[in-house]
């Protein structure tokens, strides 16, 4: 699973960095890497969403990291990395609460 040492690098990241998105360990994350363990279905699917690539790419089915064609690559700065990582921490209550917010502040011009 080289693919993933790959995107985790391309995007300036540490090991620790990306266990701590996944809720695993920092030697779990190493041992993806280094194809002695694989990561389970919902590992997979958060590194997917966060890299913006296919399954597919991160377990070396396919060469094309881009998840579509149509979509252009995007990542996400480790100030946005750490963001969801708080938001994750949160109950579900305050992430309502930073929710509603944000709605809010998208609906008024100039927030």
């Known amino acids: 699973m080289n693919n993933i ?3 985790r690098t391309k995007r300036g990241m540490t090991q620790q960095n990306l266990a701590d998105l996944l809720n695993v360990t920092q030697q779990a994350v190493h041992k993806y890497e280094n194809g002695l363990s694989e990561p389970d279905i919902q590992s997979l699917k958060a590194m997917s969403a966060l890299f913006n690539t296919s399954i597919d790419y991160l377990v070396g089915n396919t060469e094309n990291p881009r998840k579509n064609d149509y979509v252009t690559d995007t ?3 480790q100030e946005e ?3 969801i990582q708080m938001y994750r921490r949160l109950s579900s209550y305050r992430r309502n609460l930073i929710d509603l917010l944000l709605k809010d502040c998208l609906q008024t011009p100039g927030c």
Do not use: N, R
């Open 5 to 7: 040492k790959l995107l």
């Open 81 to 83: 990395l750490a963001h």
């Open 75 to 77: 990542y996400l700065t």
